[in-house]
């Protein structure tokens, strides 16, 4: 017998039956929702100096993320060190004090804590260049990595 098909995907039920696997959807879901909300557009606007261009409050790189070449060119002149990409590949938005604090993880944090952690003021938001998000995020690694030892030391 082969399987009907409704043309919609399907997530595999053990996401749903398994609580920690259930967090993390909603988790991620709610990282995609907190983008509709007024605080993450203000931290998106903050970085925002107009005619398609944003500016990294942490290094200040600014990017050009429009479609024309003409203004890109023309741009240049002015600031050779603009870059140039899809808004979506070189900006992200990032939670200053992260979801997660380093000395916890998802798995041992609820919901009623992590929701108002996402859903968080625009003054913990800064939109930032690719480099520093990735800059930021092997630090964060780092310091969680510290952080699990050190429990882990602690324990015994
Ligand atoms: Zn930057």
């Given at each position: 017998m082969t399987k009907k098909k409704t043309?919609?995907?399907t997530?595999?039920?053990?996401?749903?039956?398994?609580?920690?696997?259930?967090?993390?959807?909603?988790?991620?879901?709610?990282?995609?929702?907190?983008?509709?909300?007024?605080?993450?557009?203000?931290?998106?606007?903050?970085?925002?100096?107009?005619?398609?261009?944003?500016?990294?409050?942490?290094?200040?790189?600014?990017?050009?993320?429009?479609?024309?070449?003409?203004?890109?060119?023309?741009?240049?002149?002015?600031?050779?060190?603009?870059?140039?990409?899809?808004?979506?590949?070189?900006?992200?938005?990032?939670?200053?004090?992260?979801?997660?604090?380093?000395?916890?993880?998802?798995?041992?944090?609820?919901?009623?804590?992590?929701?108002?952690?996402?859903?968080?003021?625009?003054?913990?938001?800064?939109?930032?260049?690719?480099?520093?998000?990735?800059?930021?995020?092997?630090?964060?690694?780092?310091?969680?990595?510290?952080?699990?030892?050190?429990?882990?030391?602690?324990?015994?």
């Open positions: 043309g919609r995907k997530t595999k039920r053990d996401v749903f039956e398994d609580p920690q696997k259930l967090k993390g959807r909603i988790l991620s879901l709610m990282r995609a929702d907190f983008k509709k909300s007024p605080m993450y557009s203000e931290a998106k606007a903050r970085s925002f100096e107009g005619k398609a261009v944003y500016k990294c409050p942490n290094c200040g790189t600014r990017i050009y993320t429009g479609a024309s070449d003409k203004n890109y060119e023309k741009m240049l002149l002015e600031d050779p060190k603009l870059k140039r990409g899809k808004e979506s590949k070189m900006l992200n938005l990032d939670h200053i004090e992260s979801i997660v604090p380093y000395n916890r993880s998802t798995k041992e944090m609820t919901l009623d804590e992590l929701a108002p952690r996402v859903y968080c003021n625009e003054n913990n938001m800064q939109y930032i260049c690719r480099e520093c998000h990735s800059e930021k995020t092997s630090i964060e690694a780092t310091l969680r990595k510290e952080a699990r030892a050190k429990k882990k030391k602690d324990k015994k």
